[in-house]
Structures are given as structure tokens and as C-alpha cells.
């Protein structure tokens, strides 16, 4: 898709298996251009969640382990490094259902978020203030115990407390989930903003395919393990199996019962 | 390859909620019952059968108990102890109050107690959870062990503050007392552990352990469900130091024969809690490999070098023996952290898809 020299990741062929039983992902490739937002989209079960925290390697908390494959970061093989490590380089996760630190305020959440930092109180305290130029509504919450906020209050705490180590890259799993349309554009619009501004790389895992492919600028479309369509964001919202079973669109809305198909679209790809 | 259902059909429910649902589970239950029984007998001697196969049996029953309340139904306890020690010496009482009466019969009614005592403690455990709730069993364990000391009647004023097996027979074959062969005590512990064992993977697979289990996961989404947290929690008190308190008696009755205050105190709670945890929260066969990890190990360690005629000074020995357990302890834990039960189940997952890895 792209030349290797200008991706920031790339994915190369990995399995992943849970519990030494459970071969979860079946060779999974992708790459995310330097500057890019790429979507991972698929139903529950295809393996969203579990590529990202292969790359950022979360799998052993959950009995997982990367089988076979590679996983290249700026050039730099990546696998056996540590979570941690991997914020240091400029690669961090935000996890799903969000995990914020419930007992500290909004402002500790974000300062947590530069606990990687070594350049200084000063750029520390000019990134929060472009922190809650992001997100006004979390400067009014600011002394507010994270726990009492909002669920997408509480998305917008991770996803700002990720921006204050200065990522490259985030990897984002279901930001949307469990939140209003309208603060789902709200997120959505500021990973936009994020991207064309200052240059990070998004990776996002997602569910709702419309939102995502809207504002991603390449796709994925995982099943059961194994990619099963990619491509430029813009064709991937044209192709008709995508509309058919992603987006909800039937082929061309309605029709009159004489153009009626008598067959119904199928997967190909599971043939 | 090895180890495979294919061909076998289940065609009712019943068959399918089996406890042993897979052919070579039930040929291998029955080897090792074959074993227990009949090999085990003729080829151990009275040393294995009495410091080995006994107090291994005797811990399996007190690990069950606490794995019952700890690792199925998830409330952390410290008491077990002393709630073996309420079934010690209430068997003791009532053997020998009503000595007419088959020991057996009251071995069995000992746990009954120890339930009723166990409820008791168990009742902050709506409020308190975790390890706050280890704490409040802790009070148990201090509070029946100083029941123990100062309560002379419990001991029926013995002057030495211990209590004695009394002599009893079964069928004309003594099974308590110092004329009791370590055979025929063997046996009988043996059939109880078995027979309870039975009953409490009964319990455990059927409404009552699910419903332990949900209180487990999330107690708040059993209580959305219609689960009454309070009964379901004091019932695994009650079952789990039921269990406990049969142990403390057969520990008294088939292996000891005598037993101080001292024998029920905390260290025996830590003791059964490790087996418990190195075996593997919510299995029951994690706990017959936790009895046999803590107990038979460490002895067979002890005297591994007489065997092989090594003259080490006894004191050597002890040393040694703690820092291999220890070692060993660690090493299982890191290689698989939810204990050797656990490794089991990934040994037959793996022996169902040999030759291929997954």
C-alpha cells in the first residue's frame, strides 16, 4: 500500500493465540502510513481488540501470546518490548471502556499521562493547557474525581491523558462505545484535528464502520481473524459488500419488485 | 488424539451436565480409584500410609471446604483452622458422650457445627469484602483458638488440654484408637474423602455452585439476577466449614489420634489456603493436587535421601526440604498462575488436538 520507509507501523503476518488453545488471529497484516488514521473495523469477535494489544503488547495479562509474525514500529521490531517501553517510544493504547483512574481528579487523570515525560514542568503544563483547548468541557471539570464524570467525559480523560506523553501514535480501541452519536462526532472530530495538526498516527479499532471510515483515510475489515478487505477509506465506503454488510445500505435503497434480486449478497470471501 | 470425544454422543441433558462427560475421564477416575483401593494398599507400607496417603486425604477434604468458599463462591477466609479444630473437638465430645453410636456418625455430624460456628463468622461477609473479610475470619481463628485453651469443657478437663481419639471399631475392625492399623484407618478415610468429594462436585456443578460462582464474578450483577447474596454467601460458609470440620475430625480420629489446641491454629489455615491456592482456585481436583503438592511432597523430599542410603543429619534435611518447596512453590506459580489445576486442563485441551498445537 504504502513504502515501507514511510509507515510508522507495520503488522506483519501475526497469530495470536490465547491460553496456548485458541489460535485467535490467523496472520494479520497492516500498516499505518506515518500521518495516517487506519480503521480496524469488524463485528465483536473478529480480533480488533486482540491486534491491538498484540502491538502494544498486552497479550499476557489476558494468557495470550504472539505465535508467529512481526511487529515493526519507526523501523524497529517491537514485539518483545515492554508496554512501557513502547510509550517511551511514542506508541500508546487507549483501552477500551476507557480505565481511568477513578479515585483521582480529571487534572491528576491527564498528569499521569506524562509520567513518560522528561522535558519539564513547563512543556508538561502547556500541553494540558492545549489539552483542555481540546477538550473545554474537561477544564470545567477539572477538579472533579474521574470516577463522578461522564462516560464520554471520561473518554475524552483517556484520550487526553494519552495525548500528554506526546505520541507519534495512539491506538485507539472503541472510542465510541457506549456514547451518544453526538459525542461521537465530538471525538471523532478532534482524532481529525489531532492528525492534520499535529501529526499523529492514529490506528482505531471500531464497530461503527459509517463514523470510522469517514474520518479514517485507509481501512481494514477484519473477520474472524483474517483481514478480509482493505483499502483507501473512500473506495472501501463504495465497495457494495461493505455497504451490504458493514454500513447497513442495501445495494441502491430501495427498489421496485421488479428489479427485486432473487438471491441474497453472500461473503465471498468465506468461501 | 489421546485424548478425544469424537464418536461419543451425548442425547440428553443430563449426559451432557455429566461431571465426567468424556469416556477417558471416566476410565481415568475409575484406574485411580482402582489405585486408591486396591494397589496402594497392597504395595504401600504403614509409614506411607500414615504419614503420606492419610494426612494427604485428610487435607484434600479441608482444601475442598475452603476451596468451596474461596475459590467458588470468592470470599477470602483465614479460619479454616480453627473451623477444622470446631469439628475436632465437637466429634470428640459427642463420641464420647454417646459412645453407643458409630464413630462415623458423628465424624459426620462434627461438620455440622463447625457450620453453625462457620455461618456465624460468615455474616460480615455481606458487608465486608475481600480482604477485609480475611480479617474478620481471622477473629474467628483467635476467638475458637482461645475457645480452645480456656474452655475446659471441651476437653472434658483433660489436665493436658489435649483431646483423645477414643477406641471405636467398625464391623469388629478398629478403625480410631492406638489399636486402629494405619489400613484400616486408611480405608476409611479414603471412603469418606471420596464420598464427599462426590457430594461437593454434585454441589458445585449444579444451581447452588452457580449461583456461588455468579457471587464470585460480580456480586451485583448475581444480585440483578434474583441471587439473595446473604444466604448464598452464609451457604458456602456453612458447606465450606461443613467440609472443614469432617477434616479437623478424621485429623484427630484417623491420623493423629491426639490433638493440642496448638494443632488448629493459624498455620493450619495458611497451610490449606496454600494448597488451595497452588492447586487451583475453583477446581476440585486442584485441590487433591494442592493437599498433594504441600503435604506429600515436602515428606517424600524428607526421605528421599535414607532411600538411596545418604546419612544426612536430620536438621540438613529440614533446611533443605523448605527451600526446595519454596522454590518449587514459586516455580509452578510463575509457569502457570492459576495453579496446577489449571496446568491440567491445559495438558488435556492440549492432548484433545495432538499432533496439532491448537
Given at each position: 500500500m504504502?513504502?515501507?520507509?514511510?509507515?510508522?507501523?507495520?503488522?506483519?503476518n501475526?497469530?495470536?493465540?490465547?491460553?496456548?488453545?485458541?489460535?485467535?488471529?490467523?496472520?494479520?497484516?497492516?500498516?499505518?502510513?506515518?500521518?495516517?488514521?487506519v480503521?480496524?473495523?469488524g463485528?465483536?469477535g473478529?480480533?480488533?481488540?486482540?491486534?491491538?494489544?498484540?502491538?502494544?503488547?498486552?497479550?499476557?495479562?489476558?494468557?495470550?501470546?504472539?505465535?508467529?509474525?512481526?511487529?515493526?514500529?519507526?523501523?524497529d521490531?517491537?514485539?518483545?518490548?515492554?508496554?512501557?517501553?513502547l510509550?517511551?517510544?511514542?506508541?500508546i493504547?487507549?483501552?477500551?471502556?476507557?480505565?481511568?483512574?477513578?479515585?483521582?481528579?480529571?487534572?491528576?487523570?491527564?498528569?499521569?499521562?506524562?509520567?513518560t515525560?522528561?522535558?519539564?514542568?513547563?512543556?508538561?503544563?502547556?500541553?494540558?493547557e492545549?489539552?483542555?483547548e481540546?477538550?473545554?468541557?474537561?477544564?470545567?471539570?477539572?477538579?472533579?474525581?474521574?470516577?463522578?464524570?461522564?462516560?464520554?467525559?471520561?473518554q475524552?480523560?483517556?484520550?487526553?491523558?494519552a495525548?500528554?506523553?506526546?505520541?507519534?501514535?495512539?491506538?485507539?480501541?472503541?472510542?465510541?462505545?457506549?456514547?451518544?452519536?453526538?459525542?461521537?462526532?465530538?471525538?471523532?472530530?478532534?482524532?481529525?484535528?489531532?492528525?492534520a495538526?499535529e501529526?499523529?498516527?492514529?490506528?482505531?479499532?471500531?464497530?461503527?464502520?459509517?463514523?470510522a471510515?469517514?474520518h479514517?483515510?485507509?481501512?481494514?475489515?477484519l473477520?474472524?481473524?483474517?483481514?478480509?478487505?482493505?483499502?483507501?477509506?473512500?473506495?472501501?465506503s463504495?465497495?457494495?459488500?461493505?455497504?451490504?454488510?458493514?454500513?447497513?445500505?442495501?445495494?441502491?435503497?430501495?427498489?421496485?419488485?421488479?428489479?427485486?434480486?432473487?438471491?441474497?449478497r453472500?461473503?465471498?470471501?468465506?468461501? | 488424539?489421546?485424548?478425544?470425544?469424537?464418536?461419543q454422543?451425548k442425547?440428553?441433558?443430563?449426559?451432557?451436565?455429566?461431571?465426567?462427560p468424556?469416556?477417558?475421564?471416566?476410565?481415568?477416575?475409575?484406574?485411580?480409584?482402582?489405585?486408591?483401593?486396591?494397589?496402594?494398599?497392597?504395595?504401600?507400607?504403614?509409614?506411607?500410609l500414615?504419614s503420606?496417603?492419610?494426612?494427604?486425604?485428610?487435607f484434600?477434604?479441608?482444601a475442598?471446604?475452603?476451596?468451596?468458599?474461596t475459590?467458588?463462591?470468592?470470599?477470602?477466609?483465614?479460619?479454616?483452622?480453627?473451623?477444622?479444630?470446631?469439628?475436632?473437638?465437637?466429634?470428640?465430645?459427642?463420641?464420647?458422650?454417646?459412645?453407643?453410636?458409630?464413630?462415623?456418625?458423628?465424624?459426620?455430624?462434627?461438620?455440622?457445627?463447625?457450620?453453625g460456628?462457620?455461618?456465624?463468622?460468615g455474616?460480615?461477609?455481606l458487608r465486608?469484602?475481600?480482604?477485609?473479610?480475611?480479617?474478620?475470619?481471622?477473629?474467628?481463628?483467635?476467638f475458637?483458638?482461645?475457645?480452645?485453651?480456656?474452655?475446659?469443657?471441651l476437653?472434658?478437663?483433660?489436665?493436658s488440654?489435649?483431646?483423645?481419639?477414643?477406641?471405636?471399631s467398625?464391623?469388629?475392625?478398629?478403625?480410631?484408637?492406638?489399636?486402629?492399623t494405619?489400613?484400616?484407618?486408611?480405608?476409611?478415610v479414603?471412603?469418606?474423602?471420596?464420598?464427599?468429594?462426590?457430594?461437593?462436585?454434585?454441589?458445585?456443578?449444579?444451581?447452588?455452585?452457580?449461583?456461588?460462582?455468579?457471587?464470585?464474578?460480580?456480586?451485583?450483577a448475581?444480585?440483578?439476577?434474583?441471587?439473595?447474596?446473604?444466604?448464598?454467601?452464609?451457604?458456602?460458609?456453612?458447606?465450606?466449614?461443613?467440609f472443614?470440620?469432617?477434616?479437623?475430625?478424621?485429623?484427630?480420629?484417623?491420623?493423629?489420634?491426639?490433638?493440642?489446641?496448638?494443632?488448629?491454629?493459624?498455620?493450619?489455615?495458611?497451610?490449606?489456603?496454600?494448597?488451595?491456592?497452588?492447586?487451583?482456585?475453583?477446581?476440585?481436583i486442584?485441590?487433591?493436587?494442592?493437599?498433594?503438592?504441600?503435604?506429600?511432597?515436602?515428606?517424600?523430599?524428607?526421605?528421599?535421601?535414607?532411600?538411596?542410603?545418604?546419612?544426612?543429619q536430620?536438621?540438613?534435611?529440614?533446611?533443605?526440604?523448605?527451600?526446595?518447596?519454596?522454590?518449587?512453590?514459586?516455580?509452578?506459580?510463575i509457569?502457570?498462575p492459576?495453579?496446577?489445576a489449571?496446568l491440567?486442563?491445559?495438558?488435556?485441551?492440549?492432548?484433545?488436538?495432538?499432533?496439532?498445537?491448537?
Amino acid at each position: 500500500m504504502t513504502d515501507p520507509a514511510a509507515a510508522m507501523l507495520t503488522v506483519d503476518n501475526i497469530e495470536v493465540v490465547y491460553d496456548h488453545i485458541a489460535l485467535v488471529l490467523k496472520g494479520v497484516s497492516l500498516t499505518v502510513p506515518k500521518g495516517g488514521v487506519v480503521a480496524l473495523l469488524g463485528a465483536n469477535g473478529a480480533g480488533k481488540t486482540t491486534t491491538l494489544k498484540a502491538i502494544s503488547n498486552l497479550l499476557h495479562a489476558e494468557r495470550g501470546e504472539v505465535t508467529k509474525g512481526k511487529i515493526v514500529f519507526e523501523g524497529d521490531e517491537v514485539q518483545a518490548l515492554s508496554p512501557n517501553e513502547l510509550v517511551r517510544r511514542g506508541c500508546i493504547q487507549v483501552m477500551e471502556g476507557r480505565h481511568c483512574f477513578g479515585h483521582l481528579t480529571v487534572e491528576d487523570n491527564l498528569l499521569t499521562g506524562a509520567f513518560t515525560r522528561r522535558d519539564g514542568r513547563g512543556a508538561v503544563k502547556a500541553d494540558l493547557e492545549r489539552c483542555y483547548e481540546l477538550f473545554p468541557r474537561l477544564k470545567q471539570r477539572r477538579k472533579s474525581q474521574a470516577g463522578y464524570t461522564s462516560g464520554g467525559e471520561q473518554q475524552m480523560v483517556a484520550i487526553g491523558r494519552a495525548l500528554m506523553s506526546r505520541p507519534k501514535m495512539i491506538l485507539l480501541d472503541e472510542p465510541s462505545m457506549g456514547l451518544a452519536p453526538q459525542i461521537v462526532d465530538e471525538i471523532f472530530e478532534i482524532v481529525h484535528r489531532l492528525n492534520a495538526q499535529e501529526g499523529v498516527s492514529f490506528l482505531l479499532a471500531e464497530q461503527n464502520t459509517a463514523v470510522a471510515l469517514r474520518h479514517a483515510t485507509h481501512g481494514y475489515i477484519l473477520e474472524s481473524g483474517r483481514i478480509v478487505l482493505d483499502g483507501e477509506a473512500k473506495t472501501l465506503s463504495e465497495n457494495e459488500d461493505v455497504k451490504e454488510f458493514y454500513l447497513g445500505v442495501a445495494a441502491a435503497g430501495r427498489k421496485s419488485f421488479k428489479e427485486v434480486k432473487h438471491y441474497k449478497r453472500r461473503k465471498r470471501w468465506l468461501a | 488424539m489421546f485424548y478425544r470425544e469424537v464418536g461419543q454422543f451425548k442425547s440428553t441433558y443430563a449426559a451432557d451436565m455429566a461431571i465426567f462427560p468424556i469416556r477417558q475421564d471416566r476410565i481415568g477416575i475409575a484406574v485411580m480409584l482402582g489405585l486408591a483401593v486396591i494397589a496402594i494398599p497392597l504395595v504401600a507400607n504403614d509409614f506411607v500410609l500414615a504419614s503420606i496417603m492419610i494426612p494427604g486425604l485428610v487435607f484434600t477434604l479441608a482444601a475442598i471446604g475452603l476451596n468451596i468458599l474461596t475459590g467458588y463462591a470468592g470470599q477470602i477466609s483465614l479460619g479454616t483452622g480453627a473451623f477444622m479444630g470446631v469439628g475436632a473437638y465437637a466429634a470428640f465430645k459427642m463420641a464420647s458422650a454417646f459412645p453407643q453410636v458409630n464413630v462415623i456418625v458423628w465424624i459426620l455430624a462434627s461438620g455440622v457445627f463447625s457450620a453453625g460456628v462457620g455461618v456465624v463468622f460468615g455474616l460480615p461477609s455481606l458487608r465486608i469484602k475481600g480482604l477485609y473479610l480475611a480479617v474478620t475470619t481471622l477473629a474467628a481463628q483467635f476467638f475458637l483458638d482461645w475457645c480452645f485453651v480456656r474452655v475446659g469443657w471441651l476437653t472434658d478437663y483433660s489436665s493436658s488440654g489435649a483431646i483423645e481419639a477414643a477406641r471405636r471399631s467398625l464391623f469388629g475392625i478398629a478403625i480410631t484408637g492406638p489399636e486402629a492399623t494405619p489400613l484400616a484407618r486408611y480405608f476409611v478415610v479414603l471412603g469418606l474423602v471420596v464420598l464427599l468429594t462426590f457430594v461437593a462436585s454434585n454441589l458445585v456443578h449444579g444451581r447452588i455452585g452457580r449461583t456461588w460462582m455468579m457471587v464470585r464474578d460480580m456480586d451485583i450483577a448475581a444480585e440483578l439476577m434474583g441471587v439473595r447474596l446473604l444466604p448464598a454467601k452464609l451457604l458456602a460458609f456453612a458447606v465450606s466449614s461443613y467440609f472443614a470440620g469432617v477434616a479437623g475430625a478424621m485429623m484427630v480420629f484417623f491420623w493423629l489420634g491426639a490433638a493440642e489446641p496448638s494443632a488448629f491454629g493459624i498455620s493450619l489455615s495458611f497451610q490449606v489456603l496454600f494448597m488451595v491456592i497452588i492447586g487451583g482456585l475453583g477446581s476440585m481436583i486442584g485441590s487433591y493436587f494442592g493437599a498433594a503438592f504441600i503435604w506429600a511432597l515436602p515428606v517424600l523430599i524428607k526421605f528421599t535421601p535414607n532411600l538411596f542410603g545418604i546419612e544426612i543429619q536430620s536438621a540438613t534435611v529440614e533446611h533443605a526440604n523448605s527451600m526446595i518447596v519454596g522454590a518449587l512453590i514459586i516455580f509452578f506459580l510463575i509457569v502457570e498462575p492459576h495453579g496446577l489445576a489449571k496446568l491440567w486442563a491445559v495438558t488435556k485441551q492440549k492432548l484433545r488436538v495432538w499432533p496439532f498445537p491448537w
